[in-house]
């Protein structure tokens, strides 16, 4: 057992907790530039090391959050559900506005998504998210069907149609003009190209 030299407080070190704080506080209050030098060099010599450890640090910080954050979720479904349709009750309308920019700034997304809910009900299979852009890169803009450029209105078409069993899936879609996706409707796609002057 000791006694603190500074306030008399009985413990086993030099100074209590307490004392050692305003200690540290005074000694940087009175050596702040010789301290922010020191740091400087610090950090110039060890940048790798120090990067890596902010990194993992990131990473496990993250982690313990995901994990917190799920077990909360886990715990309370239901005080999680009622709250969540509190707030979409008094903010519907900026809601509203975000998920409308949000689609406006993210059509092929929202096609691919839409694509997917209908063909669950049709069929199996999952187009990717990023198939429209994809395509558009391998046609080169232009419609598979006519060669004519896409232009905006494009539609995202099965091939084979999904009333006909066709897969929701990448290799059995295409882009093609408006005009030229109506036209084929579901038609199968040989019959189709048939009737457009294409030996098949």
């Known amino acids: 057992m000791k006694t603190c030299v500074k306030c008399g407080y009985v413990f086993y070190k030099r100074n209590c907790n307490a004392c050692q704080k305003i200690i540290r506080k005074n000694y940087y209050e009175n050596n702040k530039e010789k301290i922010a030098a020191l740091s400087k060099i610090y950090r110039e010599k060890n940048k790798e090391n120090l990067k890596k450890a902010w990194e993992k640090r990131r990473i496990r910080d993250e982690e313990k959050i995901l994990k917190r954050w799920k077990d909360y979720k886990a715990k309370n479904v239901e005080k999680i559900k009622k709250q969540s349709a509190i707030y979409r009750q008094k903010n519907k309308v900026r809601i509203n506005k975000n998920i409308s920019e949000w689609k406006k700034q993210n059509r092929e997304t929202v096609r691919v998504y839409f694509h997917n809910r209908y063909s669950s009900i049709k069929t199996s299979g999952k187009l990717s998210v990023d198939i429209i852009e994809k395509l558009f890169n ?32 990448d290799s059995n879609v295409q882009l093609l003009r408006a005009r030229c996706n109506l036209e084929k409707s579901n038609k199968h796609p040989i019959i189709f190209m048939q009737e457009r002057g294409f030996l098949l």
């Open 138 to 169: 391998l046609q080169k803009g232009k419609c598979a069907c006519c060669k004519k450029p896409l232009g905006d209105d494009y539609h995202l078409d099965h091939i084979m149609p999904l009333s006909a069993g066709g897969p929701n899936i």
